[in-house]
Every structure is written in structure tokens, then in C-alpha cells.
């Protein structure tokens, strides 16, 4: 155990998203977030969320190894500055609202949606 004192700056480093139908899945966050992700050819099985280094992200992950689950954990999206506007898309996307808007002191708004593929995902925004 080292006795140096680490800083540490975010708990979360990465997350992936289980896909059962991964174009179904690319489609769903694209439209709800209105924002495309990065697939490349490097990452067959990977749809990158966009961010800025040194910030957090993480994909949507399709293969045998990934099987959607609707009561794992919960990782929440950044949806500042358009919270209202993700959820009005969650429906037409294929998803459905599973808890709707309400405010955490201290934390902002938050919602629970359920993804294209089964997946419980919380969406937040700090305003």
C-alpha cells in the first residue's frame, strides 16, 4: 500500500453500455443525445461517446461478452444545457421514461430512462 496521498479527480474513468442490437443501439444514442458518436474500424465493437480530454467517456459495447441488463448498475449522462430536450427524444427512439424529472439538492435534475436495448441509464444536468 503506497503512503503517498493520490488526488483523485473523478471516480468514473470509463463506462460501456451493453448493446444487443448495436446499430439499434448507435441510433438510439445518437438521436436522443443529438450528437454522433465516434466508430471507428479500430473499435469494430465500440461507439465512443464525444468528450474533451481530460474529461470522461465511455461507448456502447456489442459482442458475446456484453449482454444488456435493465437492474445493473446506473451510470448517468451529462445532458447539461439540454436535460428538457433528451428527454423528449427518449420515446421516439425506442426508449421509455422510467423516472421522470426531479431535482437533487445540491446535484441538479436527474431522470432514469430505459435505452433501445433494455439498459437502465440516469441522464443529469448540474442547471
Excluded at 4 to 31: H, L
Excluded at 36 to 54: S, T
Amino acid at each position: 500500500m503506497s503512503t503517498a496521498q493520490e488526488t483523485v479527480t473523478s471516480t468514473i474513468t470509463w463506462f460501456e453500455i451493453p448493446a444487443a442490437d448495436f446499430p439499434r443501439a448507435i441510433r438510439f444514442y445518437e438521436t436522443v443525445l443529438g450528437t454522433a458518436l465516434i466508430h471507428e474500424a479500430a473499435w469494430p465493437n465500440l461507439a465512443i461517446f464525444p468528450y474533451q480530454r481530460p474529461g470522461i467517456s465511455g461507448a456502447i459495447a456489442y459482442g458475446e461478452d456484453f449482454r444488456p441488463a435493465g437492474d445493473g448498475t446506473i451510470i448517468y449522462l451529462n445532458c447539461n444545457g439540454r436535460f428538457d430536450a433528451v428527454l423528449s427524444r427518449v420515446e421516439d427512439a425506442g426508449g421509455a421514461i422510467l423516472e421522470p424529472k426531479s431535482h437533487l439538492p445540491g446535484v441538479g435534475w436527474v431522470a432514469q430512462i430505459r435505452d433501445s436495448e433494455g439498459n437502465r441509464i440516469g441522464v443529469h444536468s448540474a442547471a
